[in-house]
C-alpha cells in the first residue's frame, strides 16, 4: 500500500507564503497523476489542485492565480507552493492520486493562516 507523507504546513499571517510537500512511496508515481486536497473544520475534503504525468496542472477556482503545484518525479514527490493566503485557507492539506481510486490518506498538514 502506497503511503503518503504530506509536510510544510504551519501559522502564517494573511498575504503570507507557504509551500507544502508530499512524498509518496511508490516507483510509479510518475505515472499518477496527483492531487492536492483540503478539508476545513465541518466541511468535506475539495480538491485544490492537480498535476497530471505530464506536469499539466488546473485548479480550484478558489486558489487559481495564488496557489502552483508542480511535481518532481525523481524524489516521488508533488509540491504545493501557497502564496497571497487567505484565512479561508485554513484547513488541513492532504495528498493523493488526482482522481480514481485512491490510496490511503495520509496524515495531512495543517495550514492555519490567521493575524
Known amino acids: 500500500q502506497v503511503q503518503l507523507m504530506e509536510s510544510g504546513g504551519g501559522l502564517v499571517q494573511p498575504g503570507g507564503s507557504l509551500r507544502l510537500s508530499c512524498a509518496a512511496s511508490?516507483?510509479?508515481?510518475?505515472?499518477?497523476?496527483m492531487g492536492w486536497y483540503r478539508q476545513a473544520p465541518g466541511k468535506q475534503r475539495e480538491l485544490v489542485a492537480t498535476?497530471?504525468?505530464?506536469?499539466?496542472?488546473n485548479y480550484s477556482d478558489s486558489v487559481k492565480g495564488r496557489f502552483t503545484i508542480s511535481r518532481d518525479n525523481a524524489k516521488n514527490t508533488v509540491n504545493l507552493q501557497m502564496n497571497s493566503l487567505k484565512p479561508e485557507d485554513t484547513a488541513v492539506y492532504y495528498c493523493n492520486k488526482g482522481w480514481g481510486t485512491y490510496w490511503d490518506w495520509g496524515q495531512g498538514t495543517q495550514v492555519t493562516v490567521s493575524s
Open positions: 511508490t516507483t510509479f508515481f510518475w505515472s499518477y497523476a
Open positions: 498535476i497530471t504525468n505530464s506536469g499539466s496542472a
